[in-house]
């Protein structure tokens, strides 16, 4: 309803010629029309430079069928612009094709017909990314296309009974025999409607639905979300997915998705390597082997049990003898009972041949570890070990889908009424093991089979498996040692093109070189912010001249931590409003906590210091308590002058929340956050990366790859500072190991903004220039621009002048408006009037809510009448002057809000 008010206000505000760019632009209603390579990309803005540059990446990689890696800062709308390329890229070769264009391809064929149009896979890491990926889109003229976000039952299932259950496999058996027997009123409801009615049903929004608003409209009509999922993934032409949907065989298997001939996206990418060597790896224990064993064994009873039953059915039967026998013929084929003894025998060798391994393997390292004594195997050694208990490639997949039905059986056999299991966990071990099969036979080794290599060379060389024994459980360890592994299945299995993108991947070259897959295009763009708007600020020494070096034997001496906590002091004395202070885990972060709530001989303890200037907020490790942290931190900021949230690289802060304005004034980096150095995986990795350097002088080595893990996670932490295009703010490194660092370990948008300095005092002394340069008090001019728009979703506000709130609206009337019409945190400043206020559904709904409360419900038409009237006074006359005279409540509701949006959308 709001989206074609704000293009149109934008579009006559910023109809200009692009920028620098040479492209060709036209005017569209409520957009901008650019033209790349004869491709038409219709943009809801006019695009910046970067946007520009990183759309041309795209079609170019499209264009040629090629990979490539675009990193674009957090702030220049790379979402945005990569959905609006992609999908224009589809759309113009639907319009060349015709009648003649198909948008499915046969997977046995092994040449893509030159009239197929390409599906598009884009993956994030969280379906909460996924949903501001639908947001982006529903601001665009794609929002037409066929979209599908697939999800587990974790986040579809309404079912009242099913959604109850924690574990995922139990909610997945429950919810199977429920559908079989017809139990599921939400199945059932689903399943009576066609397609089209249900098209038409899901469509009223007019918009395309997030994993939310799926469930949301499903729950509404009664019906399943996750069949509705599964029913449009058939028929998709772009599908949102989380990362590991897709690189792990076993779950791209289960979802039957095809990647052949299609376009796979890989967004907030920085994270891939990790997920990639995760998503092929996988453990088995002889605990664990024991408990399939006992499966397998109730299974066959249970299925011996049942042909028994049938049996005597049948003897007592009046039915045709043709009958009963296709009955008992239909039960055999679900479940085999030869092949069920047959893997029952193959378990029981397996369980010997892992002591076996144990026993008398050949190590390949040592590793010293304090707890239970490990040995470190080579790859091969696993699948040896399978091998020799009967467990192959051939029959892996056969073996377990066979296991999957006994589970599926026992589960059946032990549930009541409505499928309520009364057996917890029933069949679970048995869809483990089939999993681990699937893993370590996984399908994408065939292509490189066919170039004389055996899936035992590749796990040789490319897997390590690490045996751990604690009394008598054996655990073994089967872990991907490089991210090619991943990357190199997927772009067998007939990819057409594959772009990996985010905010942070430097340094580039290692990154796409680590990922094993050549790239045709690599990008590392520019900030839509000039330089001057950050200064990253390097502080290498305390005020009393002590080296800040947070290495593993200096990290607890009293010099670093004072001289760190004195850093911190000065940075929030001299810093408007917010500041996000950076820690490498939570045990050194609790560590200095507790230090710097020690006065000693002081009047104020460093803590004390702190907190006279602003209020302390700390990341907490459940992420349930997290919305009230930043709760607490946004209340701060508005209502106390400032606040500092204490958070760790590469959690929850770092990583997934945004911080606009005067929300992230500063931020601060605390020492390196490397692996741990003496965690076992970390280890071997090093060292595996160390014998390949050793083969190959280009690959990295492993000291290289450990100091790049640790500098993607301060990078990605660096990027909360800058948000959009007028944003600004400093980044303090406060370590003296950051001088010595190349500038290409960090993004290329910082590199003409560092700062070196002696020391902090030098530190204080520049950070008063840099806020009195930019009026830090102030947030800086408010300039029609994408601003929101070219950040995350969560910065679309709307702004009013006003004279003093408080005397004209009444809270509850603020928070009940809030709540109907506006969508994230950001700024309210109630000091002088007048001023420029910000209203936020997410914030003002937790500022004006009590705090006993949760989110308030929806305000009724009473509250309406009651608040909209005190709104009124306070509106800007340029807005209010659109609505009728005397309009009725809901009237006014729709288009004075709506108008308030207009007014300043692209602000933040």
């Not at 057409?496 to 763009?525: C, R, V, W």
């Not at 108008?899 to 933040?908: D, Q, S």
């Amino acid at each position: 309803m709001i989206a074609p008010f704000v293009e149109d206000i934008i579009l006559i505000d910023r109809v200009t010629a692009l920028r620098e760019s040479g492209m060709k632009s036209t005017v569209m209603s409520g957009g901008k029309v650019v033209k790349i390579h004869k491709i038409d990309i219709e943009f809801p803005y006019d695009p910046y430079p970067c946007q520009m540059e990183y759309m041309t990446s795209v079609i170019e990689s499209l264009d040629t069928c090629s990979d490539a890696a675009l990193e674009s800062p957090t702030g220049t709308g790379k979402t945005l612009s990569l959905l609006c390329a992609t999908l224009a890229w589809i759309k113009d070769r639907k319009n060349r094709l015709g009648p003649s264009a198909e948008m499915a391809v046969d997977p046995t064929k092994r040449y893509i017909p030159p009239n197929y149009v390409p599906r598009i896979f884009y993956c994030s890491r969280t379906h909460s990314q996924l949903s501001q990926v639908v947001r982006e889109l529903n601001k665009t003229k794609y929002m037409d296309v066929k979209v599908c976000t697939l999800g587990s039952r974790d986040q579809l299932c309404v079912h009242e009974q099913v959604s109850r259950e924690r574990d995922n496999k139990t909610k997945a058996l429950k919810c199977r025999n429920l559908v079989a027997k017809r139990s599921c009123q939400y199945y059932n409801q689903w399943n009576a409607m066609d397609t089209m009615q249900l098209d038409a049903l899901y469509g009223e929004e007019r918009k395309v639905l997030d994993i939310e608003d799926l469930q949301r409209v499903a729950k509404a009509h009664k019906q399943c979300p996750f069949y509705r999922s599964r029913q449009l993934r058939e028929t998709a032409e772009l599908t949102l997915l989380p990362y590991n949907y897709l690189i792990d065989p076993h779950l791209r298997q289960t979802h039957k998705i095809d990647l052949k001939g299609n376009i796979v996206i890989f967004d907030e990418a920085h994270n891939l390597e990790g997920v990639c060597e995760e998503s092929v790896s996988c453990s088995i224990s002889t605990a664990e082997v024991a408990f399939v064993i006992k499966e397998l064994q109730s299974g066959l009873e249970a299925l011996h049990t049942r042909n028994e039953e049938i049996r005597s059915e049948m003897d007592e039967s009046t039915l045709a003898l043709g009958e009963g026998m296709d009955k008992n013929k239909k039960k055999e084929k679900e479940i085999n009972l030869t092949m069920v003894a047959d893997i029952l025998e193959k378990v029981f060798e397996l369980e010997k041949n892992m002591d076996e391994l144990w026993e008398n393997g050949v190590e390949t390292e040592k590793l010293e570890e304090e707890n239970g004594e490990n040995k470190v195997f080579a790859g091969r050694s696993m699948i040896d070990m399978l091998e020799k208990s009967g467990f192959r490639k051939e029959n892996a997949v056969d073996y377990s889908e066979i296991m999957h039905r006994v589970a599926s059986f026992l589960s059946d056999e032990r549930a009541g009424e409505e499928g309520q299991v009364k057996i917890k966990d029933a069949g679970h071990k048995l869809l483990d093991f089939g999993s681990f099969l699937s893993k370590v036979f996984a399908d994408s080794f065939e292509a490189v089979a066919r170039r004389g290599i055996t899936d035992k060379d590749v796990a040789g060389a490319n897997f390590k498996v690490f045996a751990v024994k604690e009394k008598k459980k054996i655990t073994y360890n089967y872990w991907c040692m490089t991210a090619g592994i991943a990357m190199r299945f997927l772009k067998s299995r007939g990819v057409l093109s594959m772009i990996i993108t985010s905010g942070t991947l430097a340094p580039l070259d290692q990154f796409t070189k680590n990922l094993g897959i050549e790239f045709g295009y690599t990008l590392q763009n520019s900030h839509a912010a000039k330089s001057t708007q950050v200064s990253v600020m390097m502080v290498p020494k305390g005020r009393d001249g002590s080296m800040l070096n947070g290495s593993y034997n200096n990290r607890n001496s009293y010099s670093y931590i004072h001289g760190v906590g004195e850093g911190i002091v000065k940075t929030v004395e001299n810093t408007p409003h917010g500041v996000l202070v950076f820690f490498s885990s939570y045990s050194i972060m609790n560590s200095c906590i507790d230090k710097w709530k020690d006065k000693g001989v002081a009047a104020l303890s460093i803590w004390d210091r702190i907190r006279r200037r602003k209020e302390i907020v700390i990341e907490p490790k459940n992420k349930m308590e997290l919305a009230q942290a930043r709760f607490t931190f946004e209340n701060a900021i508005t209502t106390k002058g400032g606040a500092v949230f204490f958070a760790v690289c590469r959690g929850k802060v770092s990583e997934g929340i945004d911080f606009a304005d005067t929300h992230s004034r500063a931020v601060i980096i605390v020492g390196i956050p490397y692996p741990p150095v003496n965690e076992a995986r970390v280890r071997l990795k090093r060292n595996y990366l160390t014998e390949c350097n050793q083969k190959d002088r280009t690959c990295m080595s492993g000291q290289q790859w450990y100091s790049m893990e640790g500098f993607r996670a301060v990078n990605q932490a660096i990027g909360r500072v800058l948000r959009h295009v007028n944003d600004f703010g400093v980044v303090v490194l406060l370590d003296s190991r950051f001088e010595s660092a190349p500038a290409s370990s960090f993004p290329r948008w910082v590199q003409n903004s560092f700062a070196r300095l002696g020391n902090v005092g030098e530190m204080q002394s520049s950070l008063k220039k840099f806020f009195d340069k930019h009026g830090g008090s102030t947030g800086g001019k408010i300039t029609p621009s994408q601003g929101a728009i070219t950040s995350s979703i969560e910065k679309r506000s709307a702004s009013i002048a006003i004279g003093n709130v408080k005397n004209t609206m009444e809270p509850q009337g603020i928070r009940d408006i809030a709540n109907e019409y506006t969508a994230a945190p950001v700024i309210i400043d109630l000091e002088e009037p007048p001023k420029v206020v910000n209203v936020s559904k997410g914030f003002l709904n937790r500022v004006m809510a009590p705090s006993s409360s949760s989110i308030p419900p929806s305000p009724s038409s009473s509250t309406l009448k009651r608040a909209l009237p005190s709104l009124a006074p306070v509106l800007d006359p340029s807005t209010v002057a659109t609505a009728p005279s005397r309009p009725s409540p809901q009237l006014v509701k729709k288009r004075k809000i709506v108008m308030v949006l207009v007014k300043v959308e692209g602000v933040l």
